[in-house]
């Protein structure tokens, strides 16, 4: 149906270079999947951003973000991975809903709220962290 995998700078231009192409490869679907798919696609990217300009002093846009965007018949699977390492280990420990309430994070919580899955992986040997979502078309 529709997967698109892409490595782009970590660069604001860029990631709206990649959400007009995302919106129009998905074009041709119902504009409530649609709209799902780019809002979510849009939070994982700027939390991307946002980690990297916050992570390291060098220019955002000499790091990477990863997108995997991928729509099947019954399902659509996104993962934004990039090259943060993620957030420190004790933040797992406590409940999400704790965590988004905070100050920051609440695009991450509305993300939550439309999908079926989310689930983070944090690679500390490569300095990767990966946000992963699924939903079940129709559902």
Do not use: W
């Amino acid at each position: 149906m529709f997967t698109l995998n892409v490595k782009i700078p970590c660069d604001l231009n860029e990631i709206e270079k990649l959400e007009k192409v995302i919106g129009e490869q998905l074009s041709l679907y119902q504009s409530s999947v649609r709209d799902h798919i780019c809002f979510i696609v849009h939070e994982l990217l700027i939390n991307s951003f946002e980690a990297t300009v916050k992570t390291f002093s060098a220019p955002s846009s000499l790091y990477s973000i990863n997108a995997h965007v991928e729509m099947t018949h019954s399902e659509y699977i996104i993962h934004i991975t990039d090259e943060c390492g993620g957030v420190k280990g004790e933040v797992f420990t406590h409940e999400l809903e704790d965590i988004l309430l905070e100050e920051r994070g609440r695009g991450l919580l509305m993300v939550r709220e439309l999908v079926d899955s989310i689930s983070f992986d944090q690679n500390d040997e490569e300095g990767l962290f990966t946000v992963l979502v699924k939903k079940e078309r129709g559902a």
